[in-house]
């Protein structure tokens, strides 16, 4: 039997177990609810960040290979910090797992949290700056500069934090200080000296230690006369320039200074001299030891004596090439990434990058070679630098040929320097370009090649190791972009596809329902009295139309989606569009037994809207409510002015809704019950729907529900026009119009489906007309030329001969001119009904019409009396 202690102590294991599953699993969960996209693990050779499938973070490669001292990290809007990197967390001497998640402010002094606030900010509306101190773990303060800007390449809302020690730059600046104290005391001095000799030695001892404090400073120290004039310089100074110790004044800085940076630096430095205000500037000295211009920050400050005159001027020049290339860098890369993920195809792409590093980096070409489909060499893709001749003689390359082909084979960069005097076999092809320094790096999606990058350069021997470190994050970023354009295709080519499949479905679908509906209306016009098979008719109408509207929404979800729905805008009454959304529910409503109450006011509400579109707006919110509320419910349907809009309310007595599902009833696909619990059926984008047609009205719609059983309620709201129309509004609908009267017609049905054209055909004869059917394209126009028809109905997807190409042979015929063309069909989308229309169809129906709409064709276009030898109706 265990004792005491291992009792707790294995009490003391399975608490700490329990923990670590709690953490795990809260872990998961914002995985799984896409809250991270980044994990980071600690293993035996440190810790090591994941980033999670699908996200897309180009920053990371950035920031991770920031140089120590230089730390950057992504926050939220609110300062939380959602990613740091390695010399982020280093700065504040915690591990980087720690410092994710945790709120930056955390971390600023308290008498700085105001700035820090401010930075916050100003990062809103732009950029956010500002020098504050951080605290250590271990309680020790670090002065930094903080650098907040909105990051340009995510989706979410997010910010992007540079932060730069300034630990050493504040130690020169407290040099600095003690140098001004103590020139202040050797003016004094040499002021003095003739007045007492004794202060001589204290003179002497003044200048030896400012002497010796100046030397030993990292920066060029100098001294100046109260009109400018520059008389010392320290040590700093002769080992960068390699002057003799002689030469002052403004000849020494010339002889340094950039040509470009002479007149600016010189007005700003005198202008400083006769206002007494401190100086500073940045401008290049030449380095004697590589030739090449630094950039340098100069600074001067007045040394006053009592009365406020100016004694001399103490400055400084500090070398900051490294920090100020550093800052451009950064803004390349983000400039580089926003050429890289806002173009559309990679030339584009590259050019508009290599436009922008080009200037930056003395570049004359760049190659992107990219894996042919075979997989067994490289293609050119895009090129910079060289003529259009050249670039399609080395459109492709073996692997291991010249320099690209050995980085595709061997996956590793290559940087060739002094390339005009090398002998490398590698490098002669890009030798006979008169390249002088050539890097090539792979770009590599995971352990997948894409191809290679290379940049080179006509005007220099070598890329530093910076530019290298940099050439290579660039060949990151575009491997990353090359990346999102492959999903993009994908995700263009799968939306293509499911568009497709959609259309094709509603074809599919509608086919069989013509023939439905068309049996339906002959059995309702021949059919027997008998209740039973009345009611059978009833249900198989209701059903037909149901599913029609099913077929409907669900292409019309996806026009709206893709921005293909244009409203035919028309003035109209909205008590007119109620009406006839409640007729067209209202054999649902009453099969269903429920009570349904409509209130309108009496003072007419006028819209400027699209009125199929808005019909389908109520229709299908009263679906939902027909749906949703158990047999023998109540709807009530009210309408009302608000202000310069119109609220129209749809109430039942329902299943109610969830509060957690209420701000989700609008998505797509969204269904209130669970797939294994549905009992109301319905592919749940009616409400989706719903929500994209009112916004394009410039209207709203929101949904309340005091919780299950409570029954719900969906009120849309929709702009009224100023002036309402002189009568008042129907609120009834026309009464659908049954088969016309009059003189009869010849008609020829064509469709490959036997049903359909069967059940049509008998459709029209009960009404009195002369029917001939067809079953393929061709039949159709042999039978037209014999049969003569007022009009012709036809299918567009038949054997032998489509309905397009059947349309415009009975066009050629002089006899066909004046015949009425109907395409009739179960393609019903934009592109088709142009299609039809180039044809030469007079009508484009979409399968399965509505008799009402046959009837009211019929009526407009007018039957003839007899034919002519044409066929044509008598003028």
Known sequence: MPDDETTDRLRHQVEELRARLEEAEATLDAIRNGEVDALVVAGAGGHRVYTLEGADQFYRVLIEAMQPGQGAASLSTDGTVLYCNRSFAALLNLPQERVSGSAFRQYVLPAYLGRWDAVLRDAATGQGQGEVRLVRRGGTPVPVHLALNPLPLTGAAALGLVVTDLTDRKRQEEAVRLLATEGAARAAAERDAEEARQAGAAARASEARFRQLANALPQIVWIARPDGYVDYFNERWYEYTGFARDEFGDAAWLRVLHPDDARRTLDTYYGCVRTGRVYEIEYRFRDRRTGDYRWFLGRAYPVRDEAGGVLRWLGTSTDIDDMKKAGERQGLLWEAASALLLADDPDTMLKGLFARLAPHLGLDAYFNFMLNDAGDALQLHSCVGVPEGVARDISRLEFGQAVCGAVARDRKPICATNVQQSDDPRVQLVKSFGIRC??????MAGERLLGTLSFASRSRDRFEDDELDFLRTVAHYTTVAYERLRLVRQLRETDRKKDEFLATLAHELRNPLAPIRNAAQVLKLRGPADPDLAAARNIIERQANHLKRLVDDLLDVSRITHGKITLQRERLALGTVLANAV????????????????????????????????????????????????????????????GAGAEVSVRDTGIGIPADHLPKVFEMFSQVDSALERTHGGLGIGLS???????????????????????????????LLVEAPGAGHPVRAEPAAGPPAGPKRRILVADDNLDSVESLATLLSIVGHEVNAAHDGQAAVELAESFRPDLILLDIGMPRLNGYEAARRIREREWGRGVVLVALTGWGQEEDKRRAEAAGFDHHFTKPVAPEALWKLLAAERPTDGHDGNGKPPA
């Not at 939902?624 to 002015?641: E, F, H, L, P």
């Open 438 to 443: 050539y890097a090539c790096n792979p770009l």
């Open 583 to 642: 007729d067209a529910s209202r054999p649902q409503i009453e099969a269903a037994g429920h009570q349904l109450t409509v209130s309108l006011p009496d003072e007419p509400l006028v819209l400027d809207g699209d009125p199929t579109r808005l019909v389908q707006v109520f229709g299908n919110i009263l679906t939902n409510a027909v749906k949703y509320t158990d047999r023998r419910g109540q709807i009530w349907v009210s309408a009302r002015r608000d």
């Open 689 to 719: 729907l719903v929500k994209g047609l009112v916004q394009m009205h410039g209207g709203t719609v929101t949904a309340r529900s005091d919780g299950v059983g409570a029954g719900s309620e969906f009120t849309v709201r929709l702009p």
